[in-house]
């Protein structure tokens, strides 16, 4: 013991006196500290990630038109819900539907002509091997046929056109949605590709939030998550992780999650904020 004490070093004892630590207790005191740093490590992996981040549209779309125009006619208003491939707006298309009809008669004329021309081929062509006419008169007929064949062609290719020419005037919906703003009015002239209005589609919803780097290997896609939105008092909800950034970004040391969620009666709105809190799936069964 006097050894022991001899190699210790000194300490303070709470009346104030001193007294030595043998350093064989040293290793023992690292050794508690080590332990009990990490049981704080695993309790700290072990707690449940929450982060809050704000609410989504599943889907949006802000839609312009194609070609320069006049609007003619607005068929929805700012929240009317619309179908996808629904016509929205519509510029003016007179000249182009004139256009249309203009080539329809046109491809009617040439399969006429052609299917006259082929009548002329196959009579003459019998003919010619009965020996009763010469084969430059043959040819004559059957070059006719190929040059009234080809007409019918570009004639269908023309109308086609025009047909496209004329469906760039009506803007359809790309998404089941609803129409949020209306960025031009009845009247007034647009450009090739700018913007008339747009709709969004909140019956799913993500809630977007951004966690530290070091949280990266716990959280993975498809994993499901509770939700709490306060659209009207406290909403809960249950989502899964839709996207998961695979890079942490260098300036903020985040990466971005978007958990998916329903949201079939449009009660929680896109632009509120929400608080995530992932879930294991012993977690996820006691939850739901």
Same mark, same amino acid.
């Given at each position: 013991?006097?050894?022991?004490?001899?190699?210790?070093?000194?300490?303070?004892?709470?009346?104030?006196?001193?007294?030595? *630590?043998? *350093?064989?207790?040293?290793?023992?005191?690292?050794?508690?500290?080590?332990?009990?740093?990490?049981?704080?490590?695993?309790?700290?992996?072990?707690?449940?990630?929450?982060?809050?981040?704000?609410?989504?549209?599943?889907?949006?779309?802000?839609?312009?038109?194609?070609?320069?125009?006049?609007?003619?006619?607005?068929?929805?208003?700012?929240?009317?819900?619309? $179908?996808?491939? !629904?016509?929205?707006?519509?510029?003016?298309?007179?000249?182009?539907?004139?256009?249309?009809?203009?080539?329809?008669?046109?491809?009617?004329?040439?399969?006429?002509?052609?299917?006259?021309?082929?009548?002329?081929? #196959?009579? =003459?062509?019998?003919?010619?091997?009965?020996?009763?006419?010469? #084969?430059?008169?043959?040819?004559?007929?059957?070059?006719?046929?190929?040059?009234?064949?080809?007409?019918?062609? !570009?004639?269908?290719?023309?109308?086609?056109?025009?047909?496209?020419?004329? #469906?760039?005037?009506? *803007?359809?919906?790309?998404?089941?949605? *609803?129409?949020?703003?209306?960025?031009?009015?009845?009247?007034?002239?647009?450009?090739?590709?700018? $913007?008339?209005?747009?709709?969004?589609?909140?019956?799913?919803?993500?809630?977007?939030?951004?966690?530290?780097?070091?949280?990266?290997?716990?959280?993975?896609?498809?994993?499901?998550?509770?939700?709490?939105?306060?659209?009207?008092?406290?909403?809960?909800?249950?989502?899964?992780?839709?996207?998961?950034?695979?890079?942490?970004?260098?300036?903020?040391?985040?990466?971005?999650?978007?958990?998916?969620?329903?949201?079939?009666?449009?009660?929680? $709105?896109?632009?509120? =904020?929400?608080?995530?809190?992932?879930?294991? #799936? $012993?977690?996820?069964?006691?939850?739901?």
């Amino acid at each position: 013991m006097a050894l022991l004490m001899e190699s210790g070093v000194w300490g303070h004892t709470e009346t104030g006196t001193h007294m030595r *630590i043998p *350093i064989m207790i040293r290793p023992l005191l690292l050794l508690l500290a080590f332990a009990f740093l990490s049981v704080s490590a695993r309790a700290e992996d072990a707690a449940p990630i929450v982060a809050s981040g704000m609410v989504a549209p599943g889907d949006e779309a802000t839609l312009g038109a194609k070609l320069k125009g006049i609007i003619e006619k607005f068929n929805v208003g700012e929240g009317d819900v619309v $179908k996808k491939g !629904q016509v929205l707006v519509e510029l003016d298309h007179k000249i182009e539907e004139l256009d249309v009809q203009q080539r329809d008669t046109v491809r009617a004329s040439t399969r006429l002509a052609a299917e006259k021309s082929k009548r002329d081929y #196959e009579n =003459n062509k019998k003919l010619w091997d009965q020996k009763a006419i010469s #084969e430059d008169e043959f040819r004559k007929y059957e070059l006719q046929y190929q040059i009234d064949a080809r007409q019918v062609e !570009q004639s269908e290719i023309q109308y086609r056109m025009a047909q496209e020419r004329l #469906e760039d005037n009506f *803007i359809r919906s790309p998404i089941d949605g *609803i129409v949020v703003r209306k960025l031009k009015h009845v009247g007034e002239p647009v450009d090739e590709l700018e $913007k008339i209005l747009k709709v969004v589609n909140i019956t799913k919803l993500y809630l977007v939030v951004y966690l530290e780097g070091k949280l990266l290997p716990r959280v993975k896609p498809g994993q499901s998550a509770q939700i709490e939105c306060t659209t009207m008092g406290i909403q809960t909800v249950f989502g899964k992780v839709a996207i998961l950034d695979p890079i942490v970004d260098a300036a903020s040391g985040q990466f971005r999650v978007k958990i998916q969620f329903d949201n079939p009666n449009n009660e929680i $709105k896109a632009g509120i =904020n929400g608080t995530a809190t992932f879930l294991n #799936e $012993k977690a996820e069964a006691v939850a739901k």
